[in-house]
């Protein structure tokens, strides 16, 4: 099983096979109601390896990720349409999208054995365009 990740806005941020490890899809719901509440949201984590650039390749994305992230909230670029692909045996099991995502929290960690480092990334759909947000799947 894979995972690829597009973000589309002033600039494109592409992750891909190698570098994403875990996805994990929230219906953000309030906990403390006995019905179901119209309050709803839908988030994402997405963590992954950064990778080096080596042999003529290109850097991956995640420098992009970063710049994302510290986006303020004043500026419109802050909101961008994000895609995610679950993939297994060449088949693409999800796509998750949300049309205007932001970042909650964005993190990386480095080692001296590890690698390059990690990353994990927060998103949210915004919350007054969570019907816009579209699960998809069965191909």
Do not use: H
Request: hydrophobic content about 35%.
């Amino acid at each position: 099983m894979g995972f690829t990740l597009k973000v589309e806005g002033s600039e494109t941020i592409e992750l891909g096979l190698d570098n994403i490890q875990t996805v994990t899809y929230d219906t953000d719901t309030p906990n403390d109601s006995n019905a179901r509440s119209t309050d709803v949201g839908a988030t994402l984590r997405i963590t992954g390896k950064i990778l080096t650039a080596t042999d003529g390749d290109k850097s991956d994305d995640t420098m992009k990720l970063a710049l994302w992230s510290l986006v303020p909230a004043e500026k419109a670029d802050c909101y961008r349409k994000l895609t995610v692909e679950v993939i297994s045996a060449d088949q693409v099991v999800r796509q998750i999208c949300f049309p205007n995502a932001f970042v909650v929290d964005y993190t990386e960690t480095y080692g001296d054995t590890e690698g390059v480092g990690s990353f994990s990334l927060y998103v949210k759909q915004k919350k007054d365009k969570t019907e816009l947000a579209q699960i998809l799947g069965g191909y």
